[in-house]
């Protein structure tokens, strides 16, 4: 069965540090890989996405970066946080998209507070 | 502009009565819909999904009916559990890219 990963669970970073948040998933190949952050109390924004190793598509503008340096792991990063970088960030997998059907299965999550 | 909307922030039921939580979109192209469950600092669930050539699909407790005229999908939870209380999202899949919109997610209460 395919499981994925995530890690650190918690993290408490100074403002102006940098962020590498890993992401890895088990049991499948070639899966399509994404980033979402959670905003208190808002919904799930769509921030990376990733079909292929070394390919990216960012979603919104921002002061994150995206990384697939294998097929099943998905780094996202940052070389100077800010204070609105704080949030839930969930990773999520899927298999490749086939018109009809796109469940995508996401991991436990990491809880960023920037200070 | 919000593709997919869930207008109702909270709903409270009673234990062994029916929730029914909302969910309205804007893209007459969007081909496939879900439903998450999600709790406190953990990922969402996936919970249940439905094709848009289709009007409904069960699994056990959960429904969801799709009303593609109205542009409306609906999720019904019978009968609701306490374990039931969670933050529901509905999302829909973009067409030719598979990406997902979320809504804003609905949080249900299910009271003992």
């Known amino acids: 069965s395919q499981t994925i990963h995530q890690w650190p669970a918690t993290l408490v970073q100074p403002v102006g540090s940098p962020l590498s948040l890993e992401c890895t998933v088990e049991?499948?190949?070639?899966?399509?890989l994404y980033w979402y952050r959670q905003a208190a109390g808002r919904g799930l924004q769509l921030l990376f996405y990733?079909?292929?190793?070394?390919?990216i598509s960012s979603e919104v503008p921002q002061n994150l970066s995206a990384s697939r340096p294998q097929d099943r792991q998905f780094i996202l990063s940052s070389k100077k946080l800010l204070l609105s970088d704080s949030g839930f960030y969930l990773c999520?997998?899927?298999?490749?998209?086939?018109?009809?059907?796109?469940?995508?299965?996401f991991g436990p999550g990491t809880r960023l507070t920037v200070l | 502009d919000q593709q997919v909307k869930q207008n109702s922030p909270s709903l409270s039921v009673q234990e062994g009565r029916i929730s029914i939580l909302n969910c309205d979109y804007t893209?007459?192209?969007?081909?496939?819909f879900l439903w998450y469950k999600k709790y406190p600092a953990e990922g969402p669930t996936f919970l249940i999904s439905?094709?848009?050539?289709?009007d409904k699909n069960e699994d056990g407790r959960f429904t969801v009916f799709l009303n593609k005229s109205a542009k409306h999908l609906s999720l019904h939870i019978v009968p609701s559990q306490p374990g039931d209380s969670a933050v529901y999202f509905c999302?829909?899949?973009?067409?030719?890219?598979?990406?997902?919109?979320f809504g804003q997610g609905t949080t249900l209460q299910v009271k003992p």
């Open positions: 999520a997998w899927s298999a490749i998209w086939a018109s009809g059907r796109n469940e995508q299965f």
């Open positions: 049991g499948t190949s070639n899966p399509n």
């Open positions: 990733s079909v292929g190793i070394g390919q």
């Open positions: 893209n007459s192209m969007f081909d496939y």
């Open positions: 439905i094709s848009s050539i289709k």
């Open positions: 999302a829909a899949s973009e067409p030719n890219t598979g990406k997902l919109i």
